[in-house]
């Protein structure tokens, strides 16, 4: 879906990005962060895995599921309180929350009340996760990614204003890299694969190890076939090292999840965020095909599969022709940086946020128009702040004050004077 | 070899001309220890009278008040090089004591670590458990009341005895000197009424001569009040209203016999100097909170129910309180005469000591929650590790302490407890 704002924000947003405790949207709000950030926009965090810890210590009291139950309940409203509360004092234009995220019905209730934008990045495939039918109507926004049916049972359930937003790479992150002749040798193989054990891989695999096949990631065990290719012992893969088996290996697999073991190339309609990442590393890829795939990508930008005869045959032919291989990772790797960044998806969800919602965000006055008549040495120094902290032209004074208050520590003579000056005005009024 | 340099302590004090000279048990704490350098934060009108009564002191002059400042960024503006100077200074510890929005916003130029009181911390306002026990108290302040004085001094780990903050009050021999009004004209009495307690306490210690006091816009009452003076105590009058800068006002306050006063900047002046103080609350002025500090000093409050009331709320009772100050009783009493009886409504007190700082003993008229008071005081001064006896209270501890004070690690407790029970000990010797 295209979306094209009527009016779109003319201003620099200030958004709330609300992380999940765990698991594999956390990194996707994290890259979501910093493209908001690259994007100019003003965004705080609410770092909900501080907060698994605790969570954590519950599960493991010896005590009745009936007293964890109320206890787990008792801390989700807790952590979503503090959701609230980072809102009431950082004022955001718009809460944007990963699937998962910590935020109560309640709270969620209470943010439309308060005229809030929220938004949900539901980056989950909504057949098997079908918690959404809960919670979707409350947030403002629904992005998806996976198209009909979901955008019908969607309306269904009382959310309208539902947006395509597949996944995507961060190029500052999933990039080409050089690597040294150890990270080659630890790292590079003819075959690999970094991904968690489904039934569907494992049974895939088993038919793979004639090859130089590397496997990394979590939930291989128990299967002896496997055993000898498995790296590192099973554990988990942190994404710096993903980065670095991508680009050392000469094929990598990319085949998508299934918990069904009966057909192993599922020809599911989402693509993963693999797929994006691998082609922003410039790596090779041998990728099963989705639905949506190329929606996105020309059959030349990425090699596919659609069965595990094909999957054989392919891995034989791209062994031997390095050439195209290269050829083709390139094509992909331009294809991403030119469409499929997560930019891109921030820049299309706030689009899609403004057209659906007039007036959206609240005009507000430039810093540069309210400093205009400041003495000048004042002026020359905000000036460089607002360079120093990395704030648009645009932004507003507003914003400026926001940034300073999210500085730790010791601060400069000059944020000093910026919050002087705001609580100047609280105090005597507006001048 | 040079010197090892001393450390460094700020106090940043950004109220007004009550609240500097209530900082006194504080600064006489840091001034009194010879390895510090004490700095001093103030606002700029304030900043001569700082470096009067605090001599050694280095005195920064923030603009913090808005009196004569255009702008907020004009005020900011100035104070730019000000915030340079406290930020390379390098302290070992600030004292920011004001909660105010100003205060925590300075006290961002320090790592909040060092920083005892109010402090900025993640972009907001965080305080100690000690400012927290405070806002709790002011729930109750009927019975609840620590003299400002002593809750700043105890922002110090160990600070110096309350006998030492203050002379003790007696006469110079200089006469009466009358403080016309104070900030809120609601605490003060009107220039009737005034005039008579002036002349009964000047006849009643036999002065030789009265001064008046205040500032440029009380110039007007000040010819009122000389107006309705009997002509024999207008004879003996001096008019200094609007006249004194601070040096002047410090002049004119010393040697004398007394000082009448409502709750003002000047009634604390002359606490310092060791002048006697005859000090008139009423309405919002609580003396338990706001009284002149040290040994010797006279305070008539008011013991209405609705005392103390809010500054800020209109009184629905035409503030009765005032009344009891014009009684005939009072001015008997103060010219002399024995034969009286206190006035219903009032209170008369005397200033002196406990463990935890300055108190207020009715000598006249009954104070029905002595009791109580005395109970929140054990209660405040044993958990500061002072010996000030008295049976728990168990209903007063679930009022004042919360769970998290002991079950979070969010308190700055002193920490040389046995050091500041000594100073206690030694004090109440």
Redesign the interface.
């Given at each position: 879906m295209t979306v094209t704002p009527e009016t779109p924000p003319t201003r620099p947003l200030r958004v709330l990005v609300v992380l999940p405790l765990y698991g594999g949207s956390l990194s996707v709000g994290r890259y979501c962060v910093r493209a908001l950030r690259s994007l100019g926009h003003l965004v705080d965090v609410f770092e909900a895995p501080a907060f698994h810890p605790a969570f954590t210590a519950l599960k493991d009291l010896s005590v009745s599921s009936q007293n964890l139950g109320q206890l787990e309940n008792g801390f989700l409203q807790v952590v979503s309180q503090a959701i609230y509360a980072k809102v009431e004092?950082f004022e955001p234009d718009l809460v944007l929350s990963l699937a998962q995220a910590p935020l109560d019905s309640q709270t969620l209730r209470r943010l439309r009340k308060d005229g809030v934008a929220t938004a949900m990045w539901f980056v989950e495939d909504f057949r098997i996760f079908t918690y959404w039918k809960g919670f979707a109507p409350l947030y403002d926004a629904f992005a998806i990614i996976q198209e009909d049916p979901f955008f019908e049972e969607l309306e269904k359930v009382g959310q309208p204003n539902a947006v395509y937003l597949p996944l995507a790479a961060d190029p500052d992150f999933h990039k080409p890299l050089e690597l040294s002749s150890v990270d080659c040798r630890t790292f590079g193989s003819d075959l690999s694969f970094m991904g968690a054990g489904y039934p569907n891989r494992r049974q895939a695999f088993r038919q793979l190890i004639r090859y130089d096949f590397k496997l990394w990631g979590t939930e291989w065990d128990g299967d002896p076939t496997l055993e000898r290719h498995l790296q590192l012992g099973g554990r988990r893969i942190t994404s710096e090292e993903c980065v670095k088996i991508f680009n050392a290996s000469r094929i990598n697999l990319n085949l998508h999840s299934s918990v069904q073991s009966e057909q192993l190339v599922s020809r599911g309609d989402f693509v993963n965020p693999r797929t994006f990442e691998l082609a922003a590393c410039g790596a090779f890829q041998l990728v099963d095909e989705r639905g949506l795939l190329f929606d996105m990508f020309h059959s030349d930008e990425l090699a596919t599969f659609d069965s595990m005869p094909d999957l054989m045959e392919k891995i034989d032919y791209y062994l031997t022709h390095s050439e195209e291989r290269t050829q083709i990772a390139q094509r992909g790797r331009e294809k991403v940086l030119a469409e499929h960044t997560y930019a891109h998806r921030m820049q299309t969800l706030i689009d899609f946020i403004a057209s659906r919602r007039p007036g959206w965000p609240t005009p507000r006055r430039k810093a540069a128009d309210t400093?205009k008549?400041?003495?000048q040495?004042?002026k020359e120094?905000l000036i460089a702040l607002l360079d120093r902290l990395n704030l648009p032209s645009t932004v507003s004074f507003e914003d400026l004050i926001a940034a300073?208050?999210?500085?730790?520590?010791?601060?400069?003579?000059?944020?000093?004077?910026?919050?002087?000056?705001?609580?100047?005005?609280?105090?005597?009024g507006g001048? | 070899m040079p010197d090892t340099p001393a450390q460094r302590h700020l106090v940043i004090q950004l109220a007004r001309f009550g609240d500097l000279m209530q900082t006194k048990r504080l600064m006489a704490t840091l001034m009194a220890d010879p390895g510090l350098e004490v700095h001093l934060a103030v606002d700029r009108s304030m900043a001569e009278l700082a470096a009067l009564v605090y001599p050694g002191v280095v005195v920064h002059a923030l603009t913090a008040h808005?009196s004569g400042v255009?702008?907020?960024?004009?005020?900011?503006?100035a104070?730019?090089p000000v915030?340079?100077t406290l930020?390379d200074l390098d302290f070992e510890r600030v004292y920011n004591l004001n909660f105010?929005?100003?205060n925590?916003?300075?006290s961002?130029?320090?790592?909040?670590a060092i920083v005892v009181g109010y402090r900025?911390?993640?972009?907001?306002e965080r305080r100690g458990l000690w400012q927290d026990m405070a806002m709790r108290w002011t729930r109750y302040r009927r019975f609840a009341g620590l003299n400002l004085v002593d809750f700043w001094g105890l922002f110090a780990a160990q600070p110096v005895t309350p006998g030492a903050v203050n002379p003790i009050a007696q006469r110079g021999g200089k006469g009466v000197g009358v403080v016309l009004a104070g900030r809120e004209t609601r605490r003060s009495l009107s220039p009737g009424v005034l005039s008579t307690l002036a002349a009964a306490v000047t006849q009643g210690i036999r002065a030789e001569r009265v001064v008046l006091l205040g500032s440029k816009a009380e110039q007007g009452l000040a010819k009122e009040i000389l107006s309705v003076l009997p002509s024999a105590i207008r004879a003996k009058t001096v008019d200094r209203v609007g006249l004194t800068d601070w040096s002047g006002l410090i002049d004119e306050l010393t040697g004398l016999d007394a000082v009448l006063t409502p709750d003002t900047g000047t009634m604390h002046l002359a606490a310092h100097l060791g002048v006697p103080v005859h000090a008139f609350f009423l309405s919002s002025a609580w003396c338990w909170e706001t009284g002149p500090y040290g040994m010797g000093h006279r305070v008539w409050q008011t013991a209405e129910g609705c005392a103390p009331c809010l500054e800020s709320a209109p009184c629905p009772y035409a503030v009765k309180c005032a009344a009891p100050f014009a009684a005939r009783d009072l001015v008997r009493h103060l010219s002399g005469n024995a034969a009286f009886e206190i006035p219903e409504g009032l209170l008369g007190l005397v200033s002196g000591f406990d463990p935890l700082g300055v108190v207020y003993r009715p000598v006249l008229g009954e104070d029905p929650l002595a009791p109580r008071r005395l109970k929140f005081r054990q209660l405040i001064g044993s958990w500061l590790g002072l010996p000030m006896g008295g049976d728990p209270d168990h209903e007063l501890a679930c009022e004042l302490f919360e769970e998290q004070d002991w079950m979070l690690d969010r308190g700055v407790l002193p920490t040389d407890l046995f050091e500041f029970m000594k100073n206690s000990e030694r004090d109440q010797a």
């Open positions: 004092s400093m008549d400041f003495p040495d004042l120094q300073v208050r999210r500085q730790s520590g010791k601060l400069s003579d000059i944020e000093t004077a910026v919050l002087f000056l705001d609580e100047w005005k609280k105090q005597y001048k | 808005a255009g702008t907020a960024a004009q005020a900011a503006a104070n730019l915030f340079a930020r105010s929005g100003l925590v916003a300075v961002g130029l320090f790592d909040p900025l911390e993640h972009g907001h």
